[in-house]
């Protein structure tokens, strides 16, 4: 079956570090791929996506690309700021049931 | 402006008794999803539906029950037999158009806990 295996954290950086948050899948075929957002006592919302090998998703500073190649799709953003800081998920959709998503990372960015 | 809406934001369950949480959305998406939050365990799907009466289970059913009687409403309740069931419940909808993927679109979540 589908799964997705991103590093948990929390991960701490300092405002304005560079941040990478790594993901990796395994899927049947050419799945789409996205980043989710979650903030404090909400729902999550979409940050980026990419839908086939070799696509850039981008948003907000925040860019992954789709490397079918070794089945990744990292999330990177040069510089980061307070306000970055939530939890971050990686999902994949193979097919029509739902989302498989990762166990998220926390992200704390200090002042 | 559209979206979802979940309610009641928190809500408290006695031992042994059935609750329902809301869902409605306004967005015209044909899909919609229940998903369950816990801590270090990410999201894992309860239930989900792909066309008004008609729903699947997902990886976690047992204890939970859906109906999809309207387009945009998808109930869930949470019986007894849930023997854990204090968490936070996430609904989702999506839509593909063209084939392209949308991905989902969430609501702000309603954390039950037993009391």
């Known amino acids: 079956g589908n799964s997705v295996t991103q590093m948990e954290g929390p991960v701490t950086l300092s405002e304005e570090a560079f941040l990478t948050i790594n993901c990796t899948y395994t899927?049947?075929?050419?799945?789409?791929l996205f980043w989710y957002v979650q903030y404090p006592g909400e729902g999550l919302q979409l940050l980026l996506k990419?839908?086939?090998?070799?696509d850039k998703g981008s948003n907000k500073g925040f860019e992954a690309t789709y490397r079918k190649e070794t089945t990744s799709f990292h999330l990177e953003k040069g510089s980061v700021q307070v306000s970055d800081s939530a939890v971050y998920f990686c999902?994949?959709?193979?097919?029509?049931?739902?989302?498989?998503f990762g166990k998220g990372t926390h992200l704390i960015i200090q002042p | 402006d559209g979206g979802i809406t979940q309610s009641p934001k928190y809500l408290f369950r006695k031992e042994g008794q059935n609750v329902t949480l809301s869902c409605e959305q306004n967005?015209?998406?044909?899909?919609m999803y229940w998903y369950r939050q816990d801590p270090g365990q990410g999201l894992r799907l309860i239930y989900y539906?792909?066309?008004?009466?008609?729903?699947q289970k997902g990886d976690i059913a047992e204890g939970y029950s859906v109906s999809r009687e309207k387009k945009e409403s998808f109930p869930l309740t949470v019986t007894s037999a849930q023997k854990n069931p204090t968490a936070f419940y996430l609904c989702?909808?999506?839509?593909?158009?063209?084939?392209?993927?949308?991905?989902?679109?969430f609501g702000s979540g309603t954390r039950l806990t037993v009391v």
């Open positions: 989702a909808s999506s839509i593909n158009l063209g084939g392209l993927d949308y991905g989902y679109t």
């Open positions: 899927a049947t075929g050419y799945p789409s």
């Open positions: 990419a839908t086939k090998a070799d």
């Open positions: 999902a994949l959709r193979g097919g029509a049931d739902g989302l498989t």
């Open positions: 967005l015209n998406h044909d899909a």
């Open positions: 539906s792909q066309i008004v009466n008609d729903f």
